[in-house]
């Protein structure tokens, strides 16, 4: 009789209490995990678009007398744009049309902005890439 008055929780009782709360914990931190890297490639690709943005601002401020504008090149980058992404895990490349269709005196600019390996590596397998298209006048 004695025992059938006794409150409480039995061991088995709290046993299945903290397994309980250890599959709740382990898929809060399994989600911490998560909402890192996701952060992590957001400030990446932030970065990135403000160092692209960076260089559409510089070209849309230059003359059109730059040699690189009145010629068509694939992967190049002009020494006058390299020092924005200097000192930076990424690269700038710009493709360039000119006389974009069938406009005179028009080149088609595509710049991106690319992630290094040692970027990638934080990120995974994921290259980080962000291309920006303007049109410039030359002369």
Known sequence: MLLANQKGFSLIEMLAAV???AVGLLAL???QVTAMRTN???AAITEATALAQAAVERIQAMDGDRPWLRT???DSTPAELADIVAGT???LFLNTT???NGVDNITRIELTVESLAALQKVHG???QTVTLTLLKRYF
Request: overall charge negative; hydrophobic content about 45%.
């Open 40 to 42: 992590t490639h957001a």
């Open 89 to 91: 895990p990424y690269e």
């Open 72 to 74: 068509t090149q694939v």
């Open 29 to 31: 931190a399994g989600l």
């Open 19 to 21: 397994t309980v709360l």
């Open 98 to 100: 000119v006389d974009f």
């Open 125 to 127: 397998a994921s290259k």
